[in-house]
Every structure is written in C-alpha cells, then in structure tokens.
C-alpha cells in the first residue's frame, strides 16, 4: 500500500497539473488581459494581469516539493509516546500523514486555481470550487487522526 501510495501520489498530482496548464495554455487568447482578482459583491474591485493564473501551480509544486523534503526527514519529528518497538509505525503513519496532506493540497488547490479560469472565462466552476473546499478542508484531518491514534493506540499497549 505504501508503494502504491508513493507512486500514486506524484502521477495523480502531475497529471493533474499536465491538465490544469495544458486547459490554460488551450485558452489563452481567449483570456481578457486584465482579470478579476477580488470581488465586492457582483462588481470586482481589483484586477490584475492574465499571467497571474500561472503563479497558483507554481506555489503548489514549491509546496508539494516541500511537503516532498518534509518525507526525508519524518524521522527527526517530535512524536507522542516514540518507543523502539512503535518507531516504525509511527514512522510509517507519519509517511501516509504527509503523503495525504501532499496529495489533497495539490489537487485542492488545482481546482481553485481551475475555478479562477474558468470564473475568468465566465464559464460553470461550482464543482471545482466545491471540490477544492472538501479536498483543503480533508488536509486537516490527517494530522488529527495520527495525534489521537498515536495517543491512544500507544498508550494503551504500555499499560497492559
């Protein structure tokens, strides 16, 4: 399963991101130069230049690349309750902790980046935008399943 993961993971991400930018090249011209940044209410209230939509993938994969150092290194985190016998698990979750928080991130972040397209091109983005919130809003959840697993898994072994 770690395998899979670990060779998932990065195809998913830039497959998503092959397709993200070859849609935004696809459309280019038909992207008016000056875009919508913000809005109040139905009116935008400040604009920015069309090359804007480039910078969103590539503070994702300067995060993925990151979230990818943070991997290397698992084994210099402060854990709860380490043991001899419970490192490798706790490694091991650890690695599936940030393997989805990586994954989830990324592809979030691709659909909002997504629905700003095709906001911009004036074309449907509810799904993207929607897709976006759950997938952000699931990078928290993993951080929170290993604290109360490492907290409560661990401990109970050592009271037997």
């Not at 979230?67 to 309750?81: A, D, H, P, V």
């Not at 599936?96 to 629905?115: D, H, P, R, Y």
């Not at 951080?143 to 037997?160: D, G, M």
Request: proline share 4%; hydrophobic share 50%; with cysteine.
């Amino acid at each position: 399963m770690k395998l899979f993961l670990s060779i998932f993971s990065p195809l998913l991400c830039f497959v998503i991101l092959g397709a993200h930018l070859s849609h935004l090249i696809s459309v280019w011209d038909n992207i008016p130069s000056s875009i919508s940044l913000m809005y109040s209410g139905e009116n935008p209230n400040q604009t920015g230049s069309k090359l804007l939509l480039f910078l969103l993938p590539v503070l994702t994969v300067i995060l993925w690349i990151f979230l990818q150092f943070l991997r290397s290194i698992r084994k210099k985190f402060n854990y709860i309750n380490l043991t001899e016998e419970n490192k490798v698990s706790q490694y091991n979750a650890m690695n599936m902790m940030l393997i989805s928080i990586q994954t989830l991130s990324f592809v979030g972040l691709m659909c909002i980046n997504e629905a700003f397209l095709r906001n911009t091109l004036e074309l449907n983005a509810r799904l993207f935008e929607t897709s976006a919130i759950i997938l952000l809003v699931l990078c928290v959840v993993p951080p929170l399943i290993i604290a109360i697993w490492a907290r409560t898994s661990f401990k109970e072994k050592r009271t037997l």
